[in-house]
C-alpha cells in the first residue's frame, strides 16, 4: 500500500515537471517568437528610413509607403512613424519656379534642378497624403467607429517645413507645430481638437489659412505670422493665446471665437489678442464650447463694437 502511494506521488510529481517543462519551453519560444518580429520590425522601418535618403524620387516614395505600412500594422510604431514623415517635410526645400517639358532630362547624365523639384514635390504630396489618411477617423466624426486606418492623436512637428495640401478635418491631434513652417496652399483646419500646444510662430501661408471650429486644449501661438490671411473661426482657446502679429492687419481675422477668461494665471497676464479685439464675458457659453468643458469663458470681439456680445452664432 505504502509501495503504491510512493509510486502514485512519483507519477504526479513526474507529470508536473513535464508540464512546468513545457510551459518553460513554450514560453521561451513566445518570446523568442515576439523578438524575432521586433527585430523585422525594427529592420524594416530603418531600411525604410534609409531610403528615404535615395537621390530617386520612386525608390523615396516606395520607402514612404513601406513606411505607413509599418505604422498600419503595429501600434507601437505609430507615432514613430509620423516622427519620420514630419521629419521628411522638415527637410531642406525650394518649390519649383520655373516649367520644365516632362522626360526632356531623362538621360543618365542629364540633371535638371526644376525637375528635379518637381519629383520631389510629389513626394512630399505622397507624405502629406499619407499624414492626412492616418489622422483622420472618417466615419468617427460622426459618432461612429473610427475607421481602421486611424492611428489616435498624434504629435505632428512640423516645424519649419514646407508643404502644399493639408487638411485636418473632424480629427483629434496631440500636439501641433508649424512654427516657422510655409504651407504653399491653403491649410484647412476644421471641426478638430488639439490637446496640447499649437504653434504658428513665424509660419507663412501662401495661401491663407482657415481654422474653423477647433478647440485648443492648450497654448495657441501665433506670433510672427506672415500677413497672408489667417481665419478663426467658431474656435475655442482654453489656455494661454499670443494672436497679435506685427503685420498690418495686427493678427487673424476672428469671428465667434471663445477664450477662458479663468485660465492659469500666467495665460491670463501674458496673453496677447489681435490689435483692436477684447474678450467680453457671456453667460451662456453652450453651443460655442464643447459639451462638458468647465469654466468662464469670453467672447474674442471688436473693441468698438457696440453690440452685446452673444453666444449666437451664424451656420
Known sequence: MQTEAIRTGLTVAATIGGALVLFVTVRRQ???EIDSRQQQITEQYSKAVEHLASDQAPARIVALHMLERIGQDNLEYRQRVADALC???RMPYYPPVTQCIPGHNDG???KCAACDSLREE???RTVEQI???HVSPGNG???KAPASTYWGPLHLNLSGAVFYDFAFVGTQIASLNLANARAINRLHIEHTHIAGNADFTGAKFDAGAILFDVTFHRDLRMRDVDDSEVFLVRCTIGDFCELRTPGKTGGPYVQDCLIRIDASDFAVRHRK???GYT??????????TTPGQKGKWGLLDKADSKEKASPKTSS
Not at 474678450?279 to 460655442?288: A, D, N
Open 108 to 110: 543618365p547624365d542629364q
Open 87 to 89: 521629419g521628411y517635410l
Open 122 to 124: 510629389q513626394v512630399r
Open 131 to 133: 499624414l492626412n489618411t
Open 279 to 288: 474678450i467680453k464675458e457671456v453667460e451662456s457659453p453652450e453651443g460655442l
Open 141 to 143: 466624426s460622426k459618432g
Open 30 to 32: 513566445w518570446h523568442a
Open 273 to 275: 489678442l489681435p490689435r
